[in-house]
């Protein structure tokens, strides 16, 4: 049923924090994730079409900065101000112990980071 559907579908993909993305937020998502975020008219950086964002010089730096080879370097350079990303990755992990982090909602394995801001507020 359509019911049973969307159960699977929201369990499936972070619905929910997807939705509380806003226009003017510059978010690193996981390649995973990009095409649903896409979808949803929300701007991706980077999504399952490796040939164009290789082509346009983009996914170097991404495979670099999830894999913890000049994250913090590479997030600044694009400015990126929230991540969306699994809880689990290499990631996630360095950015919540920078302390300039800080998760702003987690749905079915998945987490919405926010930069601190610069005044230690929020």
């Known amino acids: 049923s359509a019911a049973v559907m969307q159960k699977a579908y929201n369990k499936m993909f972070p619905t929910r924090l997807v939705a509380e993305i806003q226009p003017d937020w510059r978010v690193m998502n996981s390649m995973n994730?990009?095409?649903?975020?896409?979808?949803h008219g929300k701007a991706d950086f980077i999504?399952?079409?490796y040939d164009t964002f290789e082509y346009h010089g983009v996914l170097d730096p991404f495979l670099q900065a999830m894999?913890?080879?000049n994250t913090l370097a590479i997030l600044k350079r694009y400015n990126i101000d929230h991540?969306?990303?699994?809880?689990?990755?290499?990631m996630v992990y360095l950015l919540l112990h920078t302390g300039k982090w800080?998760?702003?909602?987690?749905?079915?394995?998945w987490v919405l980071l926010a930069r601190k801001a610069k005044n230690g507020a929020g």
């Open 47 to 49: 999504d399952s079409r």
């Open 67 to 69: 894999t913890g080879h």
């Open 102 to 109: 800080k998760s702003i909602g987690e749905q079915n394995g």
């Open 83 to 90: 991540v969306l990303f699994k809880k689990n990755t290499s």
């Open 33 to 39: 994730a990009g095409g649903f975020v896409a979808f």
